[in-house]
Structure formats: C-alpha cells, structure tokens
C-alpha cells in the first residue's frame, strides 16, 4: 500500500549511522553525513540530543550543532546533567559529571548553544529542579521529566511549575520498583504530560507500549529513537559520549558487561512499524505520533513529505523517497 506521509520527526537522537552527536571533536561535516543518513529513514527534522558531560564538552559539540544551518535541526535537546545519579535511573549518563539544576549553568549552556536548546531533559528530585523547571518555561523552553527517581510529590510540584513531557517513558528509571506507587504510574497518569516511547522491542515490551499508548492516548504518545552512532550499522562496539557501548545481532545496544541500555539502534521508520504490531493501531493513527505530534508540541510543523510502501501483512514500513 502506497502512503505518503509528512516528513518524520525525532525528539531524542544521540546519533546516527557511525555518527555521534557527543563524540570529541565533533565536526559539522560528520553531524551532516549522521542527519543525510537519517533522511533516508524518513526524518527531515529532528533535535540532536546532547546528554551529560564537562561543560567544556557539551558546549563544545553545541557550538557546531548550533552553527549548522541545516533545516534538518529544529533544536538542542539537553538531556541531563540535572539527572537522577543513581545506578539504573542514571542509564548510560557518566555519573562524574551529574549535578544539581542551576540556573545560572543553564544560561552558559544556552549561551554556547546560541539559545538554540528547545527541550531539555531532567528529574524533579535534583537540587535547584524546580526553580530551573520554572526559569526554563518563562524562557519558551519545554521541560520534561526522566532518569528520575522521583516520588509522587516532586512529580506533581515538576508538573505544576511547567513540564509537559515525560522523556522515554519506562527507561531511565531504576531496575527494581515498587508496585505501587512508582515513578512510571505516576508520569503515565498525569493528563497534561505528554510521553515519549522508544519503540525497538528492546526498551519496553509489547503489551507495556500498548498499555501506555491507551494510557496517554494517540495524542500524547510520541515516537522517539534515542539512536546511538550504532543506529544503522552492523552489530559491533560503538560510543555515546566516551562512554562504550556494545550494539549486539538482536539490535539491542548496551552499557557492556551490564544490564543497562544505552540508547538504541532504532530508526523511526521501525519505531511506526512496532508501535503499530504492538498496539494493533493502524498505520494511520501512528504516524502523527513520529511527525505531527512532536512537531506540534515544539510549535512547528513538520517539513516535506514522505513516499513509503506499507506491508500491513509484515508491518514494515519503507521509504521510497524523502522531498523536502
């Protein structure tokens, strides 16, 4: 079946085709080759996703994703170094240069990506959170809440001082929960927050998307990859940031030696096709969650449009041609 879509949209991309957006010594030309690589799973626009590092590093890599006058970046996504430092909520962030939120190390950040950061990621609990999560928001910055051990009352105080996102729902929480109440329930339960899902089978089950996806709501669910340099290469050993990480023959993508992902391996054209043999959602009502959902939630549209062939027998999706 011929489709013809609107040009996908990613929230959460580290990386792509050999490429990492956290890498030393990160070149315009090598953030390029990652974007045109991802244009031919789809994306047109996206936001590189920058996670916790020295702020000699992160402002480093902003300075030349900033100055890029690619279409293809709608923004910066600085995920961290407000996170949770904790094993297994912490995920493959370097626990070395986790700290407290900050107002005044956010505005150097801002600076030195020439206020091109439009989202960014942290958890409630850290120091200083709220106060951030409220200058962020005055400042047209959308906030979003992960790698988070929060309880119920830090979530609602996030909630009401402006977060609207909840950042890979089911990932960048700790191994082991409680039943009841946990942060998952809560972030899954709160109406006003969108959720973003990693849809590669690896980082959640089937049945968990398709429960979340009820939960939320068509309208509220938005694809992410969180692609590592390892998302369209072979199975071998790759890096986010420094930080090794080990992309096995199933496509998973690892921490080595641990039980931790590290960003994945996934392309958003595969993130349609497994939300919708998971959920048993038409192919359809998908797509807007990988192109006009995100795209709405940032204030933009998404740009060009996508010629593809759906398999609804073999739920596979595949791009013909990107115009933009």
């Known amino acids: 079946m011929r489709l013809e879509l609107p040009g996908l949209f990613d929230l959460q991309v580290n990386g792509f085709g050999g490429v990492d957006f956290n890498a030393p010594g990160l070149t315009a030309e090598r953030a390029a080759e990652a974007l045109e690589r991802m244009r031919t799973t789809g994306v047109t626009r996206c936001l590189p996703t920058l996670i916790t590092s020295s702020f000699e590093q992160f402002s480093a890599n902003a300075r030349v994703l900033a100055r890029m006058r690619s279409e293809a970046i709608t923004g910066i996504h600085m995920e961290g170094p407000y996170l949770s430092p904790d094993e297994g909520a912490r995920g493959a962030h370097s626990r070395e240069w986790i700290a407290p939120a900050s107002v005044d190390d956010f505005k150097r950040r801002q600076d030195a990506a020439a206020g091109r950061i439009v989202l960014v990621t942290l958890a409630p609990e850290v120091a200083g959170a709220m106060t951030l999560i409220e200058h962020l928001v005055e400042s047209g910055v959308r906030v979003a809440i992960g790698h988070t051990t929060a309880d119920t009352r830090r979530i609602g105080d996030a909630i009401s001082a402006?977060?609207?996102?909840?950042?890979?729902?089911?990932?960048?929480?700790?191994?082991m929960l409680p039943r009841h109440p946990n942060?998952?329930?809560?972030?899954?339960?709160?109406?006003?927050?969108?959720?973003?899902?990693?849809?590669?089978?690896?980082h959640l089950p089937p049945a968990t998307v398709k429960a979340m996806v009820r939960a939320k709501g068509p309208q509220r669910t938005m694809l992410v990859t969180d692609a590592t340099a390892a998302a369209a290469?072979?199975?071998?050993?790759?890096?986010i940031g420094g930080v090794a990480c080990e992309l096995d023959a199933e496509g998973r993508v690892s921490l080595p030696g641990?039980?931790?992902?590290?960003?994945?391996?996934l392309t958003l054209d595969r993130a349609i096709a497994n939300t919708v043999r998971f959920t048993g959602l038409?192919?359809?009502?998908?797509?807007p969650m990988a192109s006009r959902i995100p795209a709405r939630y940032l204030g933009t549209t998404p740009s060009g449009t996508v010629s593809a062939d759906w398999d609804p027998e073999r739920h596979e999706l595949h791009i013909r041609r990107v115009t933009a």
Do not use: K, R
Not at 194 to 199: M, P, Q, R, W
Not at 258 to 265: D, K
């Open 282 to 287: 038409s192919v359809d009502d998908v797509i």
């Open 233 to 239: 290469c072979m199975p071998g050993t790759y890096a």
């Open 162 to 175: 402006g977060a609207t996102l909840a950042t890979h729902l089911g990932n960048g929480c700790a191994q």
């Open 183 to 202: 942060v998952i329930w809560e972030l899954l339960a709160a109406d006003t927050l969108f959720a973003s899902l990693i849809v590669d089978g690896h």
């Open 258 to 265: 641990t039980p931790y992902l590290a960003g994945s391996a």
